[in-house]
């Protein structure tokens, strides 16, 4: 196979050598960031930034993406008017090892937030908004964190959920000042709405310093809960049925036992408080919340352009994981098919990004926080493990950029330990913890992944491929966890 990933520098190696072990040996006094040159453009201009990540946000839930019935303006015009990746995807398609990985550019066994058991990113580890911190931005967060500890970071202010999931109307919300963390409040209001409030007030406040506002949305995290002025939204529409979705019911041939055997079934679920009980519920509520995502961007777009702020703003859009709304009757995520690790990414900041252009290239999660830090005018720093999309901005003439990557899943609570590879055509997955089982696609003749190739002695050659580029990946990225070999 192709070694489709960027060569490991000699500080990457070291760090990463000895795995989640030895993050201690990473202090946030050494992060090895390069300050802002006072030759560099950015140093003259830094832009202010303001993320939107969203809950379980599909890559095809957005009208500027395809959808025909949901309506998305404000979160389009992002799309729209900045440059979109369509090939964007989630290393660990799970709430805090991803929100984790987005912070830190790190796999999830690298920084540790490998599962949702009240994981917390080690100390010595730095974020992204301590980076930016240190380099001179005020950073805040609004929103869902889920991970542990996070208001005790040194935030110019934090107003953030740290748990799972939130009281729709009831929120019970964290706040901290420059790291000096209060008790949970109970708010009452709609839980985005609420957050938005907070996340406009503090825009509208007084920034000596370029900023960079993190707002991070709850809905539609289950149990799927609507603002009151969209309970009758879709009332009436027809939701389309998932071709595969009677299939799981027929124990689909090719599907391992790992994969038929989820309980995050439609109807069928056991997964308490976030059970599904219909298709038709499941996808309406799940694109009422996505409609609510919408209404807060519009708020917060409308202000940037009201403090003539908008052009000087980098808007980045995303999510932490897809969704299932009916594949195989599936909802939820975790698996490594397409509607769970394929998310929206897009970035508008004009005053360097064209608007309407598109990269094809395979991009993750991981390498939001290094493009971040570079559109700073900050080097990112060598232990990353993603890449600033910096160079498919810029249209850098024939820029080598990956040609595969390795997706890893550990919290055995909802679906299979799990592991895989992606290319550009194939995927092969591993389930490992209970059982081995495999599948392996060819995404460009089968891009529903109906067909497992997995043991059938026509692809024996590629298999053994992808298995050994597998490891490789897994040794470049220090993913020392005791696993099944």
């Known amino acids: 196979m192709a070694d489709g990933v960027e060569s490991s520098k000699q500080t990457r190696r070291t760090f990463l050598s000895t795995g989640t072990r030895a993050l201690g040996g990473l202090a946030i006094a050494n992060r090895a960031i390069e300050a802002i040159s006072s030759e560099s453009p950015g140093a003259r201009n830094r832009p202010n930034f303001v993320f939107f990540l969203g809950e379980g946000l599909r890559a095809d839930e957005l009208s500027s993406t395809g959808n025909k019935i949901i309506s998305t303006p404000y979160l389009d015009r992002v799309v729209q008017e900045g440059m979109s990746f369509p090939n964007a995807f989630v290393v660990n398609a799970l709430c805090l090892p991803s929100r984790a990985t987005i912070l830190t550019g790190l796999y999830s066994h690298s920084c540790g937030c490998v599962d949702n058991k009240d994981r917390e990113i080690p100390s010595n580890v730095p974020t992204v908004a301590d980076i930016l911190r240190?380099?001179?931005?005020?950073?805040?967060?609004?929103?869902?964190?889920?991970?542990?500890?996070?208001?005790?970071?040194?935030?110019?202010?934090?107003?953030?959920?740290?748990?799972?999931?939130?009281?729709?109307?009831?929120?019970?919300?964290?706040?901290s000042v420059k790291g000096n963390s209060q008790p949970p409040q109970r708010y009452d209001g709609y839980v985005d709405d609420v957050l938005t409030d907070r996340a406009l007030a503090w825009l509208k406040g007084e920034h000596t310093k370029p900023f960079c506002l993190f707002l991070w949305f709850i809905a539609p995290h289950a149990p799927f809960y609507r603002p009151r002025r969209y309970l009758d939204l879709y009332d009436g529409v027809y939701i389309p049925k998932p071709g595969t979705f009677d299939d799981d019911l027929k124990g689909y041939p090719g599907k391992p036992s790992g994969f038929k055997e989820a309980n995050n079934k439609i109807g069928t679920s056991i997964m308490g408080s976030d059970d599904a009980r219909s298709l038709e519920e499941t996808v309406k509520n799940h694109y009422a919340g996505v409609v609510t995502n919408d209404d807060c961007a519009r708020r917060v777009l409308e202000t940037l352009e009201h403090l003539g702020k908008m052009d000087d703003t980098a808007i980045v859009l995303s999510s932490d994981h897809g969704f299932f709304l009916g594949e195989w009757r599936l909802y939820n995520k975790m698996f490594m098919h397409e509607p769970s690790i394929r998310v929206p990414l897009a970035i508008r900041y004009p005053r360097r990004i064209k608007p309407g252009a598109v990269s094809t290239e395979?991009?993750?999660?991981?390498?939001?926080?290094?493009?971040?830090?570079?559109?700073?005018?900050?080097?990112?720093?060598?232990?990353?493990?993603g890449r600033s999309l910096l160079p498919l901005v810029d249209k850098v003439p024939s820029p080598r950029w990956r040609e595969d990557w390795l997706y890893e899943y550990y919290d055995d609570r909802f679906a299979p330990k799990m592991r895989g590879i992606r290319t550009g055509q194939y995927k092969l997955i591993e389930y490992w913890n209970s059982r081995q089982e495999f599948e392996l696609y060819d995404l460009k003749a089968d891009p529903g992944e109906l067909r497992n190739l997995y043991g059938d002695p026509q692809f024996g050659r590629l298999t053994r491929q992808l298995a050994d580029r597998m490891r490789q990946l897994r040794v470049e990225t220090g993913d020392v966890l005791e696993v099944k070999t």
């Open 134 to 175: 240190d380099a001179g931005y005020e950073v805040a967060f609004f929103g869902k964190a889920h991970i542990k500890a996070l208001s005790q970071r040194h935030w110019d202010y934090y107003f953030g959920i740290e748990a799972a999931g939130a009281d729709y109307y009831h929120p019970l919300i964290i706040e």
């Open 362 to 385: 395979m991009v993750l999660d991981l390498d939001l926080a290094p493009t971040i830090l570079q559109l700073a005018g900050l080097k990112p720093p060598d232990w990353m493990q």
